[in-house]
Protein backbone atom coordinates (compact mmCIF):
# COMPACT_ATOMS: atom_id res chain seq x y z
CA UNK A 1 0.00 0.00 0.00
CA UNK A 2 2.99 2.37 0.52
CA UNK A 3 2.26 3.46 -3.59
CA UNK A 4 -1.50 4.47 -2.10
CA UNK A 5 -2.10 8.30 -0.84
CA UNK A 6 -3.97 8.27 1.90
CA UNK A 7 -7.45 10.08 1.45
CA UNK A 8 -6.70 13.27 3.75
CA UNK A 9 -3.61 14.01 1.81
CA UNK A 10 -5.17 13.55 -1.32
CA UNK A 11 -8.07 15.87 -0.13
CA UNK A 12 -5.41 18.14 1.09
CA UNK A 13 -3.50 18.41 -2.38
CA UNK A 14 -6.73 18.84 -4.37
CA UNK A 15 -7.10 21.90 -1.97
CA UNK A 16 -3.93 23.02 -2.37
CA UNK A 17 -4.08 22.82 -6.14
CA UNK A 18 -7.37 24.08 -7.08
CA UNK A 19 -7.51 28.14 -7.68
CA UNK A 20 -10.78 29.49 -6.31
CA UNK A 21 -13.24 29.73 -8.93
CA UNK A 22 -13.88 33.96 -9.97
CA UNK A 23 -15.93 35.65 -8.88
CA UNK A 24 -19.44 37.61 -10.17
CA UNK A 25 -22.28 39.66 -9.60
CA UNK A 26 -25.54 38.51 -10.58
CA UNK A 27 -29.14 39.67 -10.19
CA UNK A 28 -31.15 38.51 -6.91
CA UNK A 29 -33.75 36.54 -8.46
CA UNK A 30 -31.21 34.11 -9.73
CA UNK A 31 -28.85 34.07 -6.55
CA UNK A 32 -30.63 30.98 -4.88
CA UNK A 33 -28.26 28.16 -3.82
CA UNK A 34 -25.38 30.52 -5.27
CA UNK A 35 -22.41 30.82 -3.05
CA UNK A 36 -22.18 34.26 -1.89
CA UNK A 37 -19.10 36.04 -1.95
CA UNK A 38 -18.84 39.00 0.41
CA UNK A 39 -19.83 39.92 3.87
CA UNK A 40 -23.57 41.52 3.90
CA UNK A 41 -24.48 44.61 6.24
CA UNK A 42 -27.20 45.78 7.53
CA UNK A 43 -28.00 48.80 5.63
CA UNK A 44 -30.13 50.44 8.69
CA UNK A 45 -31.23 49.32 12.06
CA UNK A 46 -34.08 47.07 11.79
CA UNK A 47 -36.58 47.62 11.79
CA UNK A 48 -35.81 50.77 10.46
CA UNK A 49 -39.33 52.33 12.75
CA UNK A 50 -41.32 51.27 15.85
CA UNK A 51 -43.14 49.00 13.49
CA UNK A 52 -47.23 47.55 14.60
CA UNK A 53 -47.07 43.94 14.54
CA UNK A 54 -50.46 43.52 14.20
CA UNK A 55 -54.15 45.18 13.09
CA UNK A 56 -55.57 47.30 15.67
CA UNK A 57 -55.70 50.75 17.54
CA UNK A 58 -52.70 52.82 18.84
CA UNK A 59 -53.47 54.46 22.00
CA UNK A 60 -51.47 56.37 24.87
CA UNK A 61 -52.11 53.55 27.47
CA UNK A 62 -53.62 54.47 31.03
CA UNK A 63 -55.79 51.35 32.88
CA UNK A 64 -58.61 53.85 33.67
CA UNK A 65 -59.06 54.35 29.91
CA UNK A 66 -61.58 51.87 28.53
CA UNK A 67 -63.72 53.64 25.52
CA UNK A 68 -61.84 55.41 22.75
CA UNK A 69 -62.65 57.39 20.02
CA UNK A 70 -61.03 56.90 16.28
CA UNK A 71 -59.00 60.22 15.25
CA UNK A 72 -57.47 58.87 12.04
CA UNK A 73 -55.92 56.08 10.42
CA UNK A 74 -52.51 54.94 9.89
CA UNK A 75 -52.05 52.99 6.65
CA UNK A 76 -48.88 51.06 6.76
CA UNK A 77 -46.12 52.54 3.96
CA UNK A 78 -47.12 56.09 4.97
CA UNK A 79 -45.30 58.63 7.12
CA UNK A 80 -46.08 58.36 11.43
CA UNK A 81 -49.38 60.41 12.32
CA UNK A 82 -49.61 62.19 15.77
CA UNK A 83 -52.03 61.13 18.14
CA UNK A 84 -53.70 63.89 19.44
CA UNK A 85 -53.76 65.24 22.84
CA UNK A 86 -56.25 63.56 25.60
CA UNK A 87 -59.11 63.27 26.75
CA UNK A 88 -61.65 64.23 24.56
CA UNK A 89 -65.49 64.92 25.17
CA UNK A 90 -67.90 62.08 24.68
CA UNK A 91 -72.01 62.49 24.43
CA UNK A 92 -73.68 63.16 28.38
CA UNK A 93 -70.69 65.23 29.45
CA UNK A 94 -68.11 62.24 29.35
CA UNK A 95 -64.85 62.20 28.56
CA UNK A 96 -62.96 59.85 26.58
CA UNK A 97 -58.91 58.59 25.07
CA UNK A 98 -58.24 58.91 21.69
CA UNK A 99 -56.97 56.44 19.14
CA UNK A 100 -55.36 55.95 15.65
CA UNK A 101 -56.09 52.56 13.49
CA UNK A 102 -53.34 51.13 12.64
CA UNK A 103 -52.13 49.03 10.78
CA UNK A 104 -49.85 45.38 10.63
CA UNK A 105 -46.28 47.19 9.49
CA UNK A 106 -47.54 50.39 9.99
CA UNK A 107 -45.60 52.84 11.79
CA UNK A 108 -46.04 53.41 15.32
CA UNK A 109 -47.86 56.64 15.56
CA UNK A 110 -45.97 59.76 17.04
CA UNK A 111 -47.21 59.24 21.39
CA UNK A 112 -48.60 56.59 20.89
CA UNK A 113 -47.03 53.95 23.18
CA UNK A 114 -49.24 50.41 23.05
CA UNK A 115 -51.22 48.20 20.49
CA UNK A 116 -54.41 47.09 21.50
CA UNK A 117 -55.78 44.33 18.79
CA UNK A 118 -58.47 44.39 16.88
CA UNK A 119 -60.27 41.62 18.07
CA UNK A 120 -59.83 42.97 21.63
CA UNK A 121 -62.65 45.76 20.89
CA UNK A 122 -65.90 45.94 19.68
CA UNK A 123 -67.31 49.36 17.81
CA UNK A 124 -70.57 50.71 18.21
CA UNK A 125 -71.93 54.61 17.23
CA UNK A 126 -68.55 55.49 16.79
CA UNK A 127 -66.77 54.64 19.76
CA UNK A 128 -64.55 51.61 20.53
CA UNK A 129 -64.95 49.54 23.81
CA UNK A 130 -62.50 47.09 25.34
CA UNK A 131 -63.55 43.64 26.44
CA UNK A 132 -63.95 43.30 29.98
CA UNK A 133 -60.92 40.74 29.36
CA UNK A 134 -58.81 43.08 27.59
CA UNK A 135 -55.80 44.08 30.24
CA UNK A 136 -53.49 46.07 27.92
CA UNK A 137 -49.32 46.34 28.75
CA UNK A 138 -47.75 49.87 28.04
CA UNK A 139 -45.03 48.44 24.34
CA UNK A 140 -47.19 45.50 23.27
CA UNK A 141 -47.08 44.45 20.08
CA UNK A 142 -44.71 47.06 18.69
CA UNK A 143 -41.64 46.02 17.24
CA UNK A 144 -38.83 48.49 18.24
CA UNK A 145 -36.88 50.31 15.85
CA UNK A 146 -33.37 48.34 15.37
CA UNK A 147 -34.63 45.12 17.85
CA UNK A 148 -33.36 43.36 15.44
CA UNK A 149 -30.01 44.48 14.67
CA UNK A 150 -28.20 47.72 14.29
CA UNK A 151 -26.61 49.60 11.47
CA UNK A 152 -23.59 48.19 9.65
CA UNK A 153 -24.28 44.53 11.55
CA UNK A 154 -22.95 42.04 9.59
CA UNK A 155 -26.09 39.44 8.38
CA UNK A 156 -24.38 37.48 6.37
CA UNK A 157 -21.09 36.20 5.88
CA UNK A 158 -19.72 35.09 2.57
CA UNK A 159 -19.08 31.37 1.80
CA UNK A 160 -22.98 30.48 2.49
CA UNK A 161 -24.97 28.80 -0.15
CA UNK A 162 -27.53 31.51 -0.46
CA UNK A 163 -31.08 30.25 0.59
CA UNK A 164 -34.72 31.51 0.43
CA UNK A 165 -34.41 33.49 4.22
CA UNK A 166 -30.95 34.92 3.20
CA UNK A 167 -32.88 36.35 -0.15
CA UNK A 168 -34.59 38.27 1.70
CA UNK A 169 -32.01 39.58 3.89
CA UNK A 170 -30.36 40.54 0.59
CA UNK A 171 -33.24 42.50 -0.72
CA UNK A 172 -34.30 44.10 2.62
CA UNK A 173 -30.62 45.53 2.60
CA UNK A 174 -30.65 46.73 -0.59
CA UNK A 175 -28.19 44.35 -1.91
CA UNK A 176 -29.85 43.39 -5.63
CA UNK A 177 -26.57 42.31 -7.56
CA UNK A 178 -25.15 40.35 -4.65
CA UNK A 179 -21.12 38.92 -5.20
CA UNK A 180 -21.26 34.80 -5.67
CA UNK A 181 -18.76 32.54 -7.15
CA UNK A 182 -18.81 31.69 -10.80
CA UNK A 183 -20.28 28.45 -11.30
CA UNK A 184 -17.69 26.48 -13.48
CA UNK A 185 -18.39 25.15 -16.75
CA UNK A 186 -17.83 21.28 -16.23
CA UNK A 187 -16.81 18.67 -18.99
CA UNK A 188 -18.67 14.94 -17.73
CA UNK A 189 -16.46 12.79 -19.86
CA UNK A 190 -17.52 8.62 -20.15
CA UNK A 191 -14.79 6.54 -22.01
CA UNK A 192 -14.85 2.97 -23.30
CA UNK A 193 -16.03 1.76 -26.38
CA UNK A 194 -18.09 -0.83 -24.19
CA UNK A 195 -20.68 2.28 -23.55
CA UNK A 196 -23.89 2.69 -25.43
CA UNK A 197 -26.66 5.23 -24.68
CA UNK A 198 -29.68 4.64 -22.94
CA UNK A 199 -31.78 4.57 -25.84
CA UNK A 200 -29.69 2.61 -28.06
CA UNK A 201 -30.02 -1.09 -28.98
CA UNK A 202 -27.52 -2.52 -26.71
CA UNK A 203 -25.62 -5.83 -27.73
CA UNK A 204 -24.47 -8.66 -25.10
CA UNK A 205 -21.07 -7.63 -24.25
CA UNK A 206 -22.03 -3.57 -24.09
CA UNK A 207 -23.51 -2.18 -21.29
CA UNK A 208 -25.55 1.23 -20.89
CA UNK A 209 -23.93 4.54 -19.89
CA UNK A 210 -24.66 5.56 -16.55
CA UNK A 211 -22.02 7.11 -14.80
CA UNK A 212 -22.39 10.37 -16.52
CA UNK A 213 -25.94 10.88 -15.36
CA UNK A 214 -24.97 10.19 -12.06
CA UNK A 215 -22.03 12.21 -11.59
CA UNK A 216 -24.42 15.24 -13.07
CA UNK A 217 -27.06 14.24 -10.71
CA UNK A 218 -24.48 14.64 -8.05
CA UNK A 219 -23.12 17.86 -9.69
CA UNK A 220 -26.16 19.26 -10.26
CA UNK A 221 -27.92 19.48 -6.80
CA UNK A 222 -24.59 21.02 -5.61
CA UNK A 223 -24.97 24.08 -7.90
CA UNK A 224 -23.03 22.78 -10.54
CA UNK A 225 -25.47 23.25 -13.64
CA UNK A 226 -23.44 24.21 -16.30
CA UNK A 227 -22.66 21.05 -18.21
CA UNK A 228 -21.82 19.31 -21.22
CA UNK A 229 -21.32 15.73 -21.96
CA UNK A 230 -18.86 13.78 -24.06
CA UNK A 231 -18.33 10.07 -24.95
CA UNK A 232 -14.81 9.36 -26.04
CA UNK A 233 -13.34 5.89 -27.33
CA UNK A 234 -10.65 3.82 -25.74
CA UNK A 235 -8.04 5.32 -28.58
CA UNK A 236 -5.14 7.01 -27.28
CA UNK A 237 -5.24 9.37 -30.29
CA UNK A 238 -8.60 10.10 -30.41
CA UNK A 239 -8.50 10.60 -26.37
CA UNK A 240 -5.76 13.10 -26.43
CA UNK A 241 -7.49 14.76 -29.35
CA UNK A 242 -11.29 15.70 -27.72
CA UNK A 243 -9.70 15.67 -24.01
CA UNK A 244 -7.26 18.84 -25.36
CA UNK A 245 -10.71 20.26 -27.20
CA UNK A 246 -12.47 19.55 -24.03
CA UNK A 247 -9.33 21.49 -21.74
CA UNK A 248 -9.85 24.69 -23.97
CA UNK A 249 -13.54 24.93 -23.92
CA UNK A 250 -14.24 23.88 -20.33
CA UNK A 251 -13.44 24.85 -16.54
CA UNK A 252 -13.01 22.06 -15.20
CA UNK A 253 -12.91 18.09 -16.85
CA UNK A 254 -14.52 14.75 -14.99
CA UNK A 255 -13.80 11.64 -16.58
CA UNK A 256 -14.61 8.42 -15.72
CA UNK A 257 -13.36 4.95 -17.03
CA UNK A 258 -9.79 4.73 -18.01
CA UNK A 259 -7.56 5.15 -15.33
CA UNK A 260 -6.48 1.31 -13.72
CA UNK A 261 -3.94 -0.84 -15.56
CA UNK A 262 -5.94 -2.05 -18.01
CA UNK A 263 -4.41 -2.58 -21.81
CA UNK A 264 -6.30 0.27 -23.16
CA UNK A 265 -6.52 2.70 -20.14
CA UNK A 266 -5.32 5.47 -22.14
CA UNK A 267 -6.58 8.57 -19.83
CA UNK A 268 -3.91 9.09 -17.94
CA UNK A 269 -1.43 9.08 -20.90
CA UNK A 270 -3.78 10.99 -22.81
CA UNK A 271 -3.47 13.98 -20.26
CA UNK A 272 0.16 13.25 -19.98
CA UNK A 273 0.40 14.45 -23.37
CA UNK A 274 -1.48 17.50 -23.24
CA UNK A 275 0.28 18.42 -20.38
CA UNK A 276 -2.01 17.98 -17.22
CA UNK A 277 0.32 17.81 -14.44
CA UNK A 278 -0.49 14.27 -12.79
CA UNK A 279 -0.91 15.51 -8.72
CA UNK A 280 -1.77 12.09 -7.99
CA UNK A 281 -2.89 8.59 -8.95
CA UNK A 282 -4.38 5.77 -6.40
CA UNK A 283 -6.00 6.35 -3.61
CA UNK A 284 -5.99 4.23 -0.28
CA UNK A 285 -10.07 4.26 -0.22
CA UNK A 286 -12.01 1.38 -1.60
CA UNK A 287 -14.36 1.80 -3.28
CA UNK A 288 -12.41 4.29 -5.95
CA UNK A 289 -8.81 3.85 -5.63
CA UNK A 290 -7.59 3.98 -9.02
CA UNK A 291 -8.87 7.81 -8.74
CA UNK A 292 -6.76 10.41 -10.79
CA UNK A 293 -6.65 14.50 -10.28
CA UNK A 294 -4.23 16.81 -12.00
CA UNK A 295 -4.52 20.24 -13.25
CA UNK A 296 -4.03 21.99 -16.55
CA UNK A 297 -1.26 24.22 -17.33
CA UNK A 298 -4.11 26.91 -17.54
CA UNK A 299 -5.19 25.74 -14.17
CA UNK A 300 -8.05 23.67 -14.83
CA UNK A 301 -8.39 20.72 -12.61
CA UNK A 302 -9.28 17.06 -14.26
CA UNK A 303 -10.97 14.45 -12.45
CA UNK A 304 -10.32 11.15 -13.66
CA UNK A 305 -12.69 8.37 -11.71
CA UNK A 306 -12.71 5.07 -12.03
CA UNK A 307 -15.48 3.29 -14.19
CA UNK A 308 -16.89 1.01 -12.20
CA UNK A 309 -20.44 3.11 -11.53
CA UNK A 310 -19.89 2.82 -7.21
CA UNK A 311 -16.72 3.64 -7.57
CA UNK A 312 -16.95 6.53 -10.11
CA UNK A 313 -20.04 8.11 -7.74
CA UNK A 314 -18.26 7.36 -4.39
CA UNK A 315 -15.54 9.46 -6.02
CA UNK A 316 -17.62 12.24 -7.37
CA UNK A 317 -19.12 12.32 -3.82
CA UNK A 318 -16.44 11.98 -1.43
CA UNK A 319 -13.62 14.34 -3.60
CA UNK A 320 -15.32 16.26 -6.98
CA UNK A 321 -17.96 17.77 -5.45
CA UNK A 322 -16.58 18.90 -2.31
CA UNK A 323 -13.55 20.32 -4.17
CA UNK A 324 -15.36 22.69 -6.20
CA UNK A 325 -17.68 24.06 -3.61
CA UNK A 326 -14.14 24.70 -1.40
CA UNK A 327 -13.17 26.21 -4.69
CA UNK A 328 -16.28 28.44 -4.32
CA UNK A 329 -15.66 29.82 -1.02
CA UNK A 330 -18.21 27.44 0.46
CA UNK A 331 -17.12 25.55 3.78
CA UNK A 332 -17.57 21.91 3.33
CA UNK A 333 -18.36 19.81 6.65
CA UNK A 334 -19.32 16.31 6.45
CA UNK A 335 -22.51 15.24 8.42
CA UNK A 336 -21.39 13.37 11.84
CA UNK A 337 -24.01 10.11 12.23
CA UNK A 338 -24.19 7.20 14.49
CA UNK A 339 -23.98 3.72 12.81
CA UNK A 340 -26.98 1.53 12.55
CA UNK A 341 -25.36 -1.98 12.53
CA UNK A 342 -21.65 -2.85 13.28
CA UNK A 343 -19.19 -2.16 10.37
CA UNK A 344 -15.30 -3.32 10.02
CA UNK A 345 -12.90 -1.53 8.43
CA UNK A 346 -10.09 -2.11 6.32
CA UNK A 347 -7.03 -2.32 7.67
CA UNK A 348 -4.92 0.06 5.25
CA UNK A 349 -7.64 1.59 3.18
CA UNK A 350 -10.62 4.61 3.99
CA UNK A 351 -13.56 2.26 3.11
CA UNK A 352 -16.44 3.77 2.03
CA UNK A 353 -20.00 2.45 2.05
CA UNK A 354 -23.59 3.29 1.11
CA UNK A 355 -25.56 4.23 3.52
CA UNK A 356 -29.32 4.81 4.35
CA UNK A 357 -30.16 7.31 6.58
CA UNK A 358 -32.71 6.87 9.12
CA UNK A 359 -33.96 8.17 12.72
CA UNK A 360 -34.50 6.25 15.38
CA UNK A 361 -37.12 6.94 18.51
CA UNK A 362 -35.07 10.36 19.79
CA UNK A 363 -34.86 11.90 16.14
CA UNK A 364 -31.26 10.91 15.93
CA UNK A 365 -29.76 10.27 12.39
CA UNK A 366 -28.94 6.91 12.09
CA UNK A 367 -26.83 5.11 9.29
CA UNK A 368 -28.03 1.99 7.65
CA UNK A 369 -24.41 0.65 6.21
CA UNK A 370 -25.72 -0.90 2.56
CA UNK A 371 -22.04 -2.48 1.42
CA UNK A 372 -22.16 -3.55 -2.24
CA UNK A 373 -20.54 -6.86 -3.41
CA UNK A 374 -18.77 -5.38 -5.93
CA UNK A 375 -17.77 -1.49 -7.35
CA UNK A 376 -19.62 -2.48 -10.10
CA UNK A 377 -23.14 -3.45 -8.09
CA UNK A 378 -24.99 0.08 -7.99
CA UNK A 379 -28.68 -1.27 -8.58
CA UNK A 380 -29.36 -1.44 -5.02
CA UNK A 381 -27.88 2.09 -4.29
CA UNK A 382 -31.42 3.70 -4.76
CA UNK A 383 -32.30 3.12 -0.96
CA UNK A 384 -29.06 5.58 0.52
CA UNK A 385 -28.54 8.63 0.44
CA UNK A 386 -24.80 8.92 0.34
CA UNK A 387 -21.26 7.58 2.06
CA UNK A 388 -20.11 6.88 5.80
CA UNK A 389 -16.25 7.01 5.75
CA UNK A 390 -14.37 4.54 7.75
CA UNK A 391 -10.61 5.37 8.66
CA UNK A 392 -8.87 2.17 8.43
CA UNK A 393 -8.27 0.15 11.17
CA UNK A 394 -8.26 -3.25 12.52
CA UNK A 395 -11.47 -3.27 14.92
CA UNK A 396 -14.82 -3.67 14.34
CA UNK A 397 -17.08 -0.31 14.84
CA UNK A 398 -19.67 -1.03 16.95
CA UNK A 399 -23.26 0.16 16.63
CA UNK A 400 -24.39 3.81 17.94
CA UNK A 401 -20.25 3.99 16.64
CA UNK A 402 -19.93 7.73 14.86
CA UNK A 403 -18.76 7.63 11.73
CA UNK A 404 -18.98 10.86 8.80
CA UNK A 405 -21.68 10.72 6.36
CA UNK A 406 -20.82 12.05 2.58
CA UNK A 407 -24.26 13.09 1.03
CA UNK A 408 -24.33 11.36 -3.16
Not at 167 to 177: E, K, M, Y
Request: hydrophobic share 45%.
Amino acid sequence: MGDLLDIETAERLIGETLVPFPVETVPLAQCTGRVLRQDVQAERALPPYDRVILDGIAVRWQAQDRIFRLAATQPAGHPPLTLPPQPVSADAGSFVALCIAVMTGSVLPTDADTIIPREHYSVENGLITLHASSHPQIGQHIHRQGADCAAGDVLLRAGISLSPPDLAVLAANGVSHPLVAKVPSVAIISTGDELVAPDAPVADWQIRRSNEYAIAASLARNGFTRQSFAVLPDDLATLTDQLGALLAEQDVLVISGGVSMGQFDFVPQALAALGVRNIFHKVAQRPGKPFWFGISPAGKPVFALPGNPVSALACCSRHVVPALLRAQGFSVTPRPVRLGASLAPLANMTRLVPAQLVQDDTSMVIAIPRPMPTSGDFNRLDATQGLISLPPGDATLDTGSVVLFHDW
